[in-house]
């Protein structure tokens, strides 16, 4: 059964770099046709995708966030992790590590989710 697990500082300073970690258990980073994907909600709206990596290393990330984002991973720990520099409180959030199947167009396993405070 594969599982995502968050882990990561549920406060960090305005200006500060936030790295979050996800941890997949019961699959493999570079198995398959799969996509894992970071998402927030920020309280009061939808959800937004801000970006990903797939089982070839390959990033991608939402253009509204520049060079703020990147995303790396660690195959030997089976953990990709999320870097968001230069933070604002707007960064203030409940962060999602998601698995997206290209195979068959589902997003099919879902982190719990970590919330994340950007504040002073």
């Known amino acids: 059964q594969v599982q995502l697990q968050e882990s990561g500082p549920g406060l960090v300073k305005p200006s500060q770099t936030l790295s979050l970690t996800c941890t997949l258990s019961g699959g493999s980073l570079t198995a398959g046709d799969y996509f894992y994907n970071w998402v927030r909600q920020s309280p009061g709206k939808g959800i937004e995708w801000i970006g990903y990596i797939n089982y070839g290393g390959t990033t991608y990330y939402t253009p509204s966030l520049g060079n703020r984002i990147s995303i790396s991973r660690d195959t030997s720990k089976n953990q990709f992790t999320l870097h968001l520099s230069s933070l604002t409180p707007e960064d203030t959030a409940v962060y999602y590590c998601?698995?997206?199947?290209?195979?068959?167009?589902?997003?099919?396993?879902w982190g719990q989710g970590t919330q994340v405070t950007v504040s002073s």
């Open positions: 998601v698995r997206f199947a290209d195979s068959n167009g589902y997003f099919d396993s």
